[in-house]
T-cell receptor, first 111, second 114 residues
Framework: GNSVTQMEGPVTLSEEAFLTINCTYT??????LFWYVQYPGEGLQLLLKATKADDKGSNKGFEATYRKETTSFHLEKGSVQVSDSAVYFCALSGGSEKLVFGKGTKLTVNP | DTAVSQTPKYLVTQMGNDKSIKCEQNLGHDTMYWYKQDSKKFLKIMFS???????INETVPNRFSPKSPDKAHLNLHINSLELGDSAVYFCASSHPRDHGNTQYFGPGTRLTVL
């Protein structure tokens, strides 16, 4: 079945550091790929998405590129802020419509 | 103008009780979902409804019964609550033909079973 593997963390960075959170997937066909973010005490918010190979999703300075050849969708940001502290989830949607999530990566950004 | 709303936000109850969580979406979506997030933050699909019809049931105990009175509402009723049911429950909705099935989540209901 479909699955998502992401680095579990936790990840601790200083403000303005570069962020990468790795995500790889296993799926049949051509899934859509997502990054969701969960701020402390809140629900899940869609951060960005890509629906086909080589698409780049971007939002709020975050980017991820759908790489079919490496089955990856790594999340990057050039300069993190304290307000980016949250849990980040990589997810995919295949033909069954449900979202399959990775285990989440907790990011803490220190001033 | 909340897109996906859930009530209550917090629910504390005793083992053995029956409780319900309500979900409503005003996005005009056809499909709604329930997900469970455990204490380690892991998220897993429980149910999915499309136009009031159950399409996904992921081996959830039959103490959990979803009910969809119309396509804008998907409620979750839980009988005989157990300690292991303590979790955060998220409702979500999507339009399957919309941008790769992008799902929009409610704020979550934190259920604590004592």
């Amino acid at each position: 079945g479909n699955s998502v593997t992401q680095m579990e963390g936790p990840v601790t960075l200083s403000e303005e550091a570069f962020l990468t959170i790795n995500c790889t997937y296993t799926a049949t066909g051509y899934p859509s790929l997502f990054w969701y973010v969960q701020y402390p005490g809140e629900g899940l918010q869609l951060l960005l998405k890509a629906t086909k190979a080589d698409d780049k999703g971007s939002n709020k300075g975050f980017e991820a590129t759908y790489r079919k050849e490496t089955t990856s969708f790594h999340l990057e940001k050039g300069s993190v802020q304290v307000s980016d502290s949250a849990v980040y989830f990589c997810a995919l949607s295949g033909g069954s419509e449900k979202l399959v999530f990775g285990k989440g990566t907790k990011l803490t950004v220190n001033p | 103008d909340t897109a996906v709303s859930q009530t209550p936000k917090y629910l504390v109850t005793q083992m053995g009780n029956d409780k319900s969580i309500k979900c409503e979406q005003n996005l005009g979506h056809d499909t709604m979902y329930w997900y469970k997030q455990d204490s380690k933050k892991f998220l897993k699909i429980m149910f999915s409804y499309n136009n009031k019809e159950l399409i996904i049931n992921e081996t959830v105990p039959n103490r959990f019964s979803p009910k969809s009175p119309d396509k804008a509402h998907l409620n979750l009723h839980i009988n005989s609550l157990e300690l292991g049911d303590s979790a955060v429950y998220f409702c979500a909705s999507s339009h399957p033909r919309d941008h790769g099935n992008t799902q929009y989540f409610g704020p979550g209901t934190r259920l604590t079973v004592l």
